[in-house]
């Protein structure tokens, strides 16, 4: 998916949620409990519920690799379930040496119809490359992630600038990537990043994990970052997955995310008039 | 696989030579192109014609998504077949927040018997902690790798120490782990670090790759790393795999892994006597 197009799904629809499939087979709700085919049928009776509440889906790699072939099986499932007209991020965390990265790159864009995979920088530009040479597929760098370790390496300042290292990757997908092909990873755990964010990168999309369950503040956020593209995905797992583990899933999950939706919508609403 | 038992595997066999079992569908020799099972074929034999030669093996996951749940049924097939006398290292360069890291780890060290995973540092301690809780089991966290794109961040210096950030890894990974359960990912392709890393971990293992193909010089990294307690597991994938394309292909990598050995032992002996 192009950014014309996922730009103009978020206005459609007034969303930019994303919401994360991170599936845990010992969290499925009672009624799938056990059941041979759970995960893929919680994945699907989730999707059917939110479809029309967010513009992005966020399997997350971990809870499908997990379950070994078969766990890769359920995501593989998942994402043809999801279709095309969702943007559908990879969250892989991936990064290797130049011809290990193409493979990966390959395996999440020309084997499947990823949109996007989430990748890590510590290898630097040759380990992300692989991933900006698809007509409308994305690399999703990480920057500032929202968990506690981000403070060991991400938040160390660099001589000659001064500034922290995810300032410098920033400044560094940048030149790698472009509006079109690039995002960044920016935690809503961590509020008083997103101003200097935006003033090095205006027109990049941002994913921002941290919202819910990890504590960020979705209002904060839109404050800072959002503008009149949008330029902005907010994802969350837990608490729309598991809103309720008990037969009624599905719609409790749909809640969670129309509360969130209309929340985005306001907040687009009212950068549409002042953008 | 504990430090005690590969530090005596390797004065036993007489080499630290780790194999990588980078498998590309591809690159199969003649007689396995385009067979279904190629794949696994491919990695039996070049096992069966390397066991003695070798203490580890590596295969590299992104060779293996490359084709989805099939690829990951190879890889476990595969990892089964090695069995439990070899030191087997999950290359996959995972990390995540903790929750997602902890499926992970539980993914290569309980479903599957890996006895190590490469985890990437940049989502700092909780990212690699959930490695670090198995019995017998290893994080091999990337310090500064074999690829040009080492130099983007890895090799930034930091305020306050003027040290790169690599050398930060190194400080922070031996407060996460031991020598018993945690090793760094050293570039052979960088030899003017080698006296470095040991003078900050002096006892931990190394990992390194970029000998052969990428062009790390392999007396060089025993001069300045090995140790009397060896140290080190040495990783070459392409030019034991590939060093024959015909019928016999196996043959040739076990010549290539034999040259290999030999040298290893040469200097083995001499840390043993000097050591």
Redesign the interface.
């Known amino acids: 998916m192009d950014r014309q197009t996922l730009i103009a799904e978020i206005f459609r629809k007034q969303s930019f949620l994303c919401i994360g499939l991170?599936t845990?087979p010992s969290r499925l709700p009672q009624p799938l409990q056990g059941q041979v085919d759970g995960v893929f049928e919680f994945n699907r009776r989730i999707i059917d519920a939110t479809r029309d509440l967010c513009v992005a889906y966020k399997p997350?790699l971990?809870?499908y690799?997990?379950?070994?072939?078969?766990g890769?099986?359920d995501f593989?499932r998942t994402i043809q379930y999801i279709g095309s007209e969702h943007f559908i991020i990879a969250d892989a965390?991936?990064?290797?040496?130049?011809n290990?990265?193409r493979?990966?790159a390959?395996?999440f864009f020309l084997?499947?119809p990823c949109d996007a995979v989430t990748v890590?920088?510590?290898?630097?530009?040759?380990?992300?490359a692989p991933f900006l040479t698809f007509e409308g597929k994305w690399a999703v760098v990480?920057a500032i992630?929202?968990?506690?370790?981000?403070?060991?390496?991400?938040e160390?300042?660099?001589?000659?600038t001064?500034a922290p290292?995810w300032e410098?990757?920033i400044e560094?997908g940048k030149q790698w990537g472009t509006p079109d092909n690039l995002m960044f990873v920016v935690g809503a755990t961590h509020p008083h990043v997103f101003t200097r964010v935006r003033a090095i990168a205006p027109e990049h999309f941002l994913l921002v994990p941290g919202i819910g369950t990890q504590g960020g503040d979705l209002e904060t956020v839109c404050r800072h970052a959002l503008t009149p593209q949008a330029g902005l995905l907010v994802s969350v797992s837990r608490s729309v997955l598991y809103a309720s583990s008990n037969e009624d899933f599905a719609e409790a999950a749909r809640a969670e995310a129309k509360r969130l939706q209309e929340q985005m919508a306001h907040f687009l609403q009212a950068v549409t008039v002042t953008g």
Chains 1, 2 share one sequence.
Request: glycine letters at 10%; a negative charge; aromatic letters at 8%.
């Open positions: 991170d845990e997350n971990a809870f690799e997990a379950r070994g072939a078969e890769w099986r593989e965390k991936r990064g290797d040496i130049g290990t990265s493979l990966y390959e395996a084997r499947l890590s920088p510590y290898m630097g530009a040759d380990s992300v990480l992630t929202s968990n506690p370790g981000s403070a060991d390496f991400q160390r300042r660099l001589v000659l001064g290292l410098r990757v560094q």
